[in-house]
């Protein structure tokens, strides 16, 4: 069957790669999307194990259509007793980029019309619409004067990996937090450090990573296992086939922060997934922390400016930049920041540039390789 992959923008490519690792076919690239084939097992495999994946949605139907009253007709062309009995319940989610048909909701509101009305007219029922746990969740997506109907696999967004019990003020994305350990091309063959932690997001992903957790195997409940094909048997050994594969990691993974609140928040988070001791979590001022003496992956959120001065933030920035060149010799280090002028201050030159959004904020994502004396030399002595 075919398949569509959301994710974030700027995350496309490593999706990619993903899916293509876990046996995916005719993968292709889109915008925030990417689309592959595969079996049913594939589809499961996708949903639990995919760190940079927001949902798995299954195309159904594709139509062209140019009017609110259209969309209505060209819905009611399914036959929609193959997902749904009376009994079930049903919500539609619709993303509209088109001149013909402007209105998300409307879509939505017209989608659902249709299919509840053509339960009535056969019936005299209809099913009842949830939004928030439906038997089946449907996306339409309209572009220009083309509509698609998908099936969501996923349920709930698979940014909800479940270990979040507690939380800072803006904690970062789970998808968003393992694309850029995923973009840093690490994969658990050296130390890694983060910083500033927050409740931990980005040491959590890290260690999900190192140990070849799957991401989502704390989740109970994926929409697939609400529809009439789902296969609880299949579902058990995919699952199981993903819990044999974890692995053993010899380095160490560091979090650290200077908020007493982040400290509790990160370790009730490890605890959740059993990495309490997995993870050196320490109170500290990133200016005092000591690197180990094995070089490694540094990626760090730092402020953006919401609680700093002008002046104040790119000061800051300056001592980060200032101490990753002092402290730091040997190490790659990547930082996410969504203003430009403070990521100036940093005092380095960026090997690698990448674009991302955390939340609404575009930011950029950008690489710092650390060496002793000029980049001349570390060229000549590699």
């Not at 760190?51 to 798995?56: C, F, K, N, V, Y």
């Not at 259509?65 to 007709?73: A, G, M, S, T, W």
């Not at 939004?131 to 969740?137: E, F, L, Q, S």
């Not at 004067?145 to 696999?153: M, P």
Request: aromatic share 8%; charged share 30%; net charge positive.
């Amino acid at each position: 069957m075919d398949y569509l992959a959301k994710t974030l923008a700027g995350l496309e490519e490593v999706l990619a790669n993903e899916l293509s690792s876990i046996g995916a076919e005719k993968i292709e690239v889109g915008n925030r999307v990417v689309r592959f084939s595969g079996d049913k097992a594939l589809m499961y495999r996708a949903n639990l194990e995919l760190r940079t994946a927001l949902r798995i949605l299954v195309p159904i139907h594709r139509f062209r259509v140019r009017h609110e009253n259209e969309l209505y007709k060209k819905v009611q062309q399914v036959d929609w007793s193959k997902y749904l009995d009376l009994t079930d319940t049903l919500a539609v989610d619709a993303v509209t980029n088109s001149d013909f048909i402007r209105h998300s909701h409307y879509a939505a509101l017209k989608t659902k019309d249709a299919i509840v009305d053509q339960f009535r007219q056969k019936t005299g029922r209809r099913p009842d619409v949830d939004i928030k746990a439906p038997t089946i969740r449907l996306h339409l997506h309209i572009r220009n004067d083309w509509g698609t109907i998908l099936l969501d696999s996923s349920g709930d967004s698979l940014h909800k990996r479940g270990y979040r019990q507690a939380s800072v003020a803006a904690p970062i994305n789970e998808v968003l937090a393992a694309g850029m350990i995923m973009l840093a091309g690490w994969k658990g063959d050296s130390p890694f450090i983060d910083p500033m932690c927050g409740s931990g997001t980005l040491p959590i992903e890290a260690a999900m990573i190192a140990y070849n957790i799957p991401p989502l195997i704390l989740r109970k409940s994926f929409g697939f296992m609400r529809w009439r094909d789902f296969e609880s048997g299949l579902w058990r050994q995919v699952r199981k086939d993903a819990i044999a594969k974890k692995t053993s990691f010899e380095h160490t993974i560091w979090a650290s922060d200077t908020e007493s609140e982040a400290i509790e928040a990160i370790e009730t988070n490890l605890r959740t997934l059993d990495l309490i001791r997995k993870v050196q979590v320490q109170k500290i001022d990133f200016l005092e922390l000591e690197p180990p003496e094995t070089p490694g992956l540094m990626i760090m959120n730092p402020p953006y400016n919401e609680r700093l001065e002008y002046n104040d933030i790119n000061v800051f920035y300056k001592a980060v930049g200032d101490q990753m060149k002092q402290a730091y010799s040997g190490w790659e280090a990547w930082i996410i920041s969504s203003n430009k002028e403070a990521l100036k201050h940093i005092g380095l030159r960026p090997s690698r540039k990448v674009t991302l959004y955390n939340g609404a904020l575009e930011c950029k994502f950008h690489k710092f390789e650390m060496y002793k004396g000029t980049k001349k030399v570390k060229e000549e002595a590699d």
